[in-house]
């Protein structure tokens, strides 16, 4: 069994900054691919950001490039989010995911690939 993580939510004003966090426990780890998705007050989930088991492949959405910074620690089983520039818009929870499926260690966008998932972190960023 895995067990995933979120923290490091919480409520900053327009052009702040935050710093998620997503702790991975349990079964052998090696080789997922970890992945921020969102989901706003009555929207769907989206992909946010998302890289790649040795860290040399990321990918952004195209509404966070150039503001949010995908990293991860493999030493300590957890992946970050340095969201800065902050937005309204980026209100949401913010669920941290492991894919599951093969190649797991590429990330991709689509939430059905990922069997592992957090409970989500609330980001409210006031204007």
């Known amino acids: 069994q895995v067990h995933v993580v979120e923290s490091g939510g919480g409520l900053v004003q327009a052009g702040g900054s935050l710093r998620l966090s997503c702790a991975a426990s349990?079964?052998?780890?090696?080789?997922?691919?970890m992945t921020w998705f969102r989901q706003a007050p009555g929207k769907e989930r989206d992909f946010v950001a998302g890289?790649?088991?040795?860290?040399?492949?990321?990918d952004y959405a195209d509404s966070v490039k150039g503001r949010f910074t995908i990293s991860r620690d493999n030493g300590k089983n957890t992946m970050y989010l340095q969201m800065n520039s902050l937005e309204p818009e980026d209100t949401a929870v913010y669920y941290c995911?492991?894919?599951?499926?093969?190649?797991?260690?590429?990330?991709?966008?689509?939430?059905?690939?990922?069997?592992?998932w957090g409970q989500g972190t609330q980001v409210t960023v006031s204007s």
């Open positions: 349990g079964r052998t780890l090696s080789n997922y691919a």
């Open positions: 995911a492991l894919k599951t499926q093969v190649p797991t260690t590429i990330p991709t966008r689509r939430e059905n690939e990922y069997a592992y």
């Open positions: 890289i790649s088991w040795g860290g040399s492949i990321t």
